[in-house]
C-alpha cells in the first residue's frame, strides 16, 4: 500500500476534560491552559477550550495528538506545574476521557 492511503488510514486521539470551575476563574483557568499547551511539541495537532455559554464557568478542553503515547512524552516539569496551579479552580475534578478520531471534516477556506 501507498504512504498516502496508510496516511488517509491513521486516525488522531482525541483528549477530552469536562469540567466546571469555582465562579469567576475560568479566565485563570484560560490563562493556564493555554501555558500549559505551549509546552507540548511532538505529536500535538491543536487544543481546544470551549465554555459552554458566555459567562458560564463549565467547560470542555478538547486536544488533539498524533496518538496517546504522544500526549504521556510531553508531560514535564512546567506541565506538571501547571496543571497543579490549575487543580484548585475546578469545584470537582474533570471527568477525562480519551476518543479516537474518525472522522475530520474540514471546511471551505
Known amino acids: 500500500m501507498s504512504a498516502e492511503f496508510m496516511d488517509f488510514l491513521k486516525h488522531n486521539y482525541a ?5 466546571e470551575f469555582k465562579p469567576g476563574k475560568f479566565a485563570e483557568a484560560e490563562r493556564l491552559f493555554a501555558n500549559a499547551v505551549s509546552t507540548y511539541t511532538h505529536g500535538f495537532k491543536g487544543a481546544y477550550l470551549l465554555r459552554e455559554e458566555p459567562n458560564t464557568d463549565k467547560g470542555i478542553a478538547l486536544i488533539l495528538w498524533d496518538n496517546i503515547e504522544d500526549m504521556d512524552s510531553n ?21 477525562t476521557s480519551f476518543y479516537q478520531v474518525s472522522s475530520e471534516i474540514s471546511g471551505k477556506t
Open 15 to 19: 483528549y477530552v476534560a469536562i469540567g
Open 75 to 95: 508531560r514535564n516539569e512546567t506541565h506538571e506545574k501547571i496543571l497543579k496551579d490549575m487543580a484548585h479552580l475546578f469545584v470537582s475534578p474533570p471527568t
